[in-house]
Each structure stands twice: as structure tokens, then as C-alpha cells.
């Protein structure tokens, strides 16, 4: 690195590390101008092909070679650069960036500061510092910012559309997929997160606005710490709409198994249909959504926490509603085709809406157990327990319900159906719910009691004298 001038003109370097393992590097222009104190000059471009993936880049540093080999350090004032190939969005990652760089022999450290870099739509600064330690595994801090940050541009994430019978078909990514091998060992099987164990690391991570899943997060904040496999998730928050989140975890990695995942959500005020789309989930029960709760299972994605996740949360859904059903219309039509002396509404909506919905709920195996629900709202009150099949898509809820308004008729008819407990019985698929009632048996029950109540008032107000009538009643009485 004694060389005053270097120049390298459109040549080749092919890098074979190991087998399978082969890096070429195409097109390769390095311009190095060095003075008498070792400061250099470095204007580089190349294009390198690995696994794949193509990367173009050019970039242009001034170099301080000063304290060569011992300490070195880089002003890399502009890089550009265009990343494409597999497992990637159709249209590539590109983007520019500049850092601060210095590296130290002994003890080994390299600090990446004022770095700032783009890709796509989003950006990204702060300061990467790493270390080797006396075990030989890495340390890293890392401490980023960014106004804005899209993970659906970066990952070629794109919404789902909707079917011909309006349900939601999960979108088909904007990736170049990889090539099919005939190796069936998957990365779940030989534990997609092993790479934790070879470092330790402390992660900040702040934004002013994260896109997800087509979700706008706002205010974005997340702080973790990994031990070599032991990571703990010491918060993750943000706004989303008018709602907040925020969460507490950790995650353990042993030998090559799926993570060991434990999570504290809190959940205020999140509008839940927005969310549902975003994960192409039926959007049967939508409203604001309160939570709080504890999980544990193996596995990070959405398939595992519908199969391999347990735990219990108490929920509590704002301006709920229930679609494609309502209760109301059902209750009521059933009384209606059996007794002529009440009628209903003229017309009713397609869903059915509560004020405020609660719930207690225990998660096992994909079962999502609702052990206790109430609600409520000026037209019904509804109360029960059930369950749902998170991975089937499925549910199965007995419910207590009382339809407070829309009668009309005979007073002591209406009166007695306001009164009226019903069980409804909410089964089968979230597309496609199917239900059960027997509103008239119940409407006679109380009818019959109503009866008995009045009867067993005369004969109370009759009982020292033994007449016909009492006798009659009596009779009456022994055959309701």
C-alpha cells in the first residue's frame, strides 16, 4: 500500500471460497491516488455476482493510511449503488449512502459513524460499532434513525387482492424467487435463527414512520439486546391510526430448534379491519381493539403463532361488529313467524353492532378459547363462551342474548320478549357462519312463569278459603 498510483481498467476477479460458495466480481475500475502522508484517494466501481444476486456500485472515499496497519480509517463521501436477483423485489433495492469508517488492529474494532444511506423509500443513519471479544465471538452496537421506512418496497411486499366473491387471496410477493433444490431440509427445520449465537449485540432502532404490511406505523421505537442466542426484546412500540402498541419479550435459540419466543403485548385502541387485510385474514368481528396479554411458543411467523403458540389475553373491542350477521334480525324474525300479535323493524342492517365488547381468552394448539364474553349496546346485550380455530378459520360460540328494542305489539308480549334470555349458538366457517336458536321455546318458558307467577299471587291472596275457583286454579297450576 506503498504505491503512489494504481489504476485498474475493466478486469475480472473471480473469488472461490469454498465448493459452493463463488463470488465474481465483473467490471472492475479502481482509481487509488496516494501522497507522501498515506492519504489516498479511492474512486471504485464494480459489479459483483453472488448466490445469484447481482450488486452494482460505485463509490468514492478519501483514506487516512497513516498508522497503517495498526489503525486505518475511511471518509467514504459518496456510494451508489443498484442490488438485484433472487428473493428480491422485481425491481431491485438501489440507493446511495456515506459514512465515517475506522478500523483498529488491537483490540480488533471497526466504528461506522455519520452514516447515512437510502434504499428505495427509505433512510437509514446513526452508527454501527463492532468488536471482537477475548471468547472470539462479535460484539455489535448498533443505533439507527430514520424519517421513513418501507419494509413492503424492501421486500417486494404487495397488498392482496380481492376475489370474485370479495374475500381477500393473499397477493403473490414482487420477488424473484429462488431456484428449487433437492435438498428438503427447510431453514425452520435447521433453526432459521441459529445466527444469533455467534454474536452478542445491543439494537436501537427509532423512525418516524414504518410502512408494513401496507400498515403506517408512526413514531416507531424498538431496543433489544442478544447474548449469543439470548435475546431479549426490551421494548417495541409505535402509533398506529389513532391506537398505540407496545411489547416485551425474549427469545432463546437452542442447538438448530425453532426459537423459543416468549411476548407481553399492550394493545390500546388499534382499529382492527386495517390489520386484518394487511395479513389477508377474514374480517368477520372488526372494531377497536384493547389487549393485553401473555404468549409463549416456537417459531416467529404467523403460522406459528396460529399453531405453536400459548397463552391468555383479556380483550376488549370498541364499536364492534360482528359481519354479515345480524343478531337482532334473527331473533327477532324467529318470534315473529310463530306470534302475530308482535312484529319487528321494517328493515335491518347486514351486520351486527356493540358498543363494547370484553372478553377473557386462553390460546393452545390454535385454539383460541374465549372462557369469558360480554357486550352490550342500547339495541341487545349478548353473553357467553366459545371458541375459534384460528388456523381453520373456524369458530363455535354459545351466547346468551337479550333484544332490548325493536319490538312492537301487545305490551305484555314485548315486555316479556325484552325480558327474554336466548341462546344463540354462532358456528362454522368466518366466511360462511351458520347459527342455531329456539327464540319460541324460550318466549313460552317465560310466557308459562309469567303464568305460574300470577296464579301462585291469586292462590297466595286465596289460600283460607277452599273454593271452586281455587280448586280450578289449583288444577291449573299442577299442569304448567
Excluded at 184 to 211: H, W, Y
Excluded at 233 to 262: E, H, M, W
Aim: charged share 20%; glycine share 6%.
Amino acid at each position: 500500500l506503498n504505491i503512489k498510483k494504481v489504476q485498474v481498467r475493466d478486469s475480472l476477479l473471480i473469488w472461490q471460497q469454498d465448493k459452493d460458495d463463488q463470488i465474481n466480481m465483473r467490471d472492475i475500475n479502481l482509481s487509488i491516488d496516494q501522497d507522501s502522508a498515506r492519504q489516498a484517494s479511492i474512486e471504485l466501481s464494480s459489479r459483483i455476482n453472488r448466490n445469484q444476486r447481482d450488486l452494482n456500485f460505485k463509490l468514492a472515499a478519501n483514506v487516512d493510511l497513516s498508522s497503517y496497519p495498526q489503525r486505518y480509517s475511511a471518509v467514504v463521501s459518496n456510494f451508489d449503488y443498484q442490488l438485484s436477483g433472487v428473493g428480491l423485489p422485481t425491481s431491485g433495492i438501489a440507493g446511495m449512502g456515506s459514512a465515517t469508517v475506522s478500523y483498529q488492529q488491537q483490540p480488533q474494532q471497526i466504528d461506522i459513524s455519520n452514516l447515512l444511506v437510502t434504499a428505495n423509500q427509505s433512510q437509514l443513519q446513526g452508527r454501527i460499532q463492532g468488536a471482537m471479544q477475548e471468547n472470539g465471538t462479535s460484539a455489535y452496537k448498533v443505533d439507527l434513525q430514520s424519517a421513513a421506512l418501507n419494509l413492503d418496497n424492501l421486500f417486494g411486499w404487495t397488498p392482496p387482492t380481492e376475489g370474485a366473491d370479495g374475500s381477500a387471496n393473499t397477493a403473490e410477493q414482487a420477488t424473484l424467487r429462488s431456484p428449487v433444490t433437492s435438498n428438503p431440509e427447510s431453514t425452520a427445520q435447521i433453526g432459521e435463527m441459529a445466527f444469533l449465537r455467534d454474536f452478542t449485540a445491543e439494537l436501537k432502532i427509532q423512525a418516524n414512520e414504518v410502512i408494513y404490511h401496507g400498515l403506517k406505523l408512526a413514531d416507531f421505537s424498538l431496543a433489544a439486546q442478544n447474548e449469543q442466542g439470548n435475546a431479549t426484546l426490551q421494548n417495541i412500540s409505535g402509533r398506529l391510526g389513532k391506537g398505540t402498541f407496545q411489547a416485551q419479550g425474549t427469545l432463546a435459540v437452542v442447538d438448530n430448534q425453532p426459537a423459543q419466543v416468549s411476548l407481553t403485548p399492550q394493545i390500546e385502541n388499534i382499529t382492527l379491519e386495517p390489520v386484518l387485510h394487511a395479513f389477508s385474514q377474514p374480517d368477520a368481528l372488526v372494531g377497536d381493539l384493547t389487549l393485553t396479554g401473555k404468549f409463549n411458543g416456537t417459531g416467529m411467523t404467523l403460522v406459528d403463532v396460529m399453531q405453536n403458540w400459548d397463552g391468555h389475553a383479556h380483550i376488549s373491542l370498541a364499536n364492534a361488529r360482528l359481519q354479515g350477521m345480524n343478531i337482532q334480525q334473527l331473533i327477532q324474525q324467529a318470534v315473529i313467524r310463530n306470534h302475530s300479535d308482535v312484529s319487528g323493524k321494517d328493515s335491518y342492517s347486514d351486520y351486527t353492532k356493540v358498543q363494547e365488547l370484553k372478553a377473557d381468552t386462553v390460546l393452545r394448539n390454535g385454539i383460541l378459547r374465549i372462557t369469558r364474553f360480554f357486550g352490550s349496546s342500547e339495541i341487545l346485550t349478548v353473553g357467553g363462551s366459545g371458541l375459534v380455530n384460528l388456523e381453520n378459520q373456524s369458530c363455535d360460540m354459545n351466547l346468551n342474548v337479550r333484544v332490548l328494542e325493536g319490538w312492537n305489539g301487545k305490551d305484555s308480549v314485548v315486555k316479556a320478549l325484552q325480558n327474554a334470555v336466548i341462546p344463540l349458538r354462532i358456528y362454522g366457517p368466518w366466511q360462511q357462519l351458520s347459527y342455531s336458536l329456539d327464540a319460541d321455546k324460550v318466549l313460552r318458558d317465560q310466557l308459562q312463569q309469567k303464568a305460574k307467577d300470577a296464579l301462585n299471587n291469586w292462590l297466595s291472596k286465596h289460600q283460607d278459603k277452599d273454593t271452586k275457583d281455587k280448586k280450578d286454579v289449583e288444577r291449573l297450576l299442577n299442569k304448567l
